[in-house]
């Protein structure tokens, strides 16, 4: 468990290198076209040389993979048996398709990386995870230089949260969309941002798309 930013894919490149230098395969499974090319990226820039296991993409036997979830969940007979795998955002492994692909290849050591180790349903990671291992907080990244520090600002709250439905431990979207998407909450939020950003690029987070 590390924070966004932290390095989690230069660690996996780094586990990976690792292995190949003592002639052992490895996997890394992603759930995403755009994370493919990004890891794709990331183990050129270490020198890895790998394959990637994708619809419409050439089979390499090379010791390093890099696998769409869903393509290799369909391919599985065509693989040997990895010495270790890799899942990005882990928190996503107790889909069947990620359960799919650990139990066929179940002599690899499994390795799972994410930011958030926990579920909104509730369901834990342990019966796939023995351990946890905590990495860096953003408070040391930013004190250390690896991310850029930030100034926070605020209004007054305008929405009472208090009476806001929740599921699962999280506010109900829905409800929280009906609260939030008023004029006098995202126009102040339209205000500041004219205000102390104008031109720079941003980020919003929002409740729903027509809150977006």
Known sequence: QSPTGSGKTALACHMMSTAASRGLSSFFLVHQNELLNQTSKALWHNKLQHGIIASGRASTDAGVQLASIMTLRNRLQRYSQPSLIIIDEAHRALAK??????????????????????????????????????????????????????????????????????????????????KMNRPHVTGDAIEHWLRLAKGRKTVVMCVDINHA
Do not use: N, W
């Open 97 to 178: 398709t990620y359960q799919d692909i650990v139990s066929y290849f179940s002599g690899a050591k499994v390795v799972g990386l994410t930011a958030t180790p926990q579920r909104t349903d509730g369901r834990g990671l342990g019966h796939l995870f023995d351990d946890i291992v905590k990495g860096p907080s953003i408070r040391f990244l930013i004190d250390q230089g690896f991310l850029c520090d930030y100034e926070l600002y605020g209004v007054p709250p305008v929405v009472d949260t208090d009476d806001i439905k929740t599921t699962r431990g999280d506010f109900d979207s829905k409800d929280a969309s009906a």
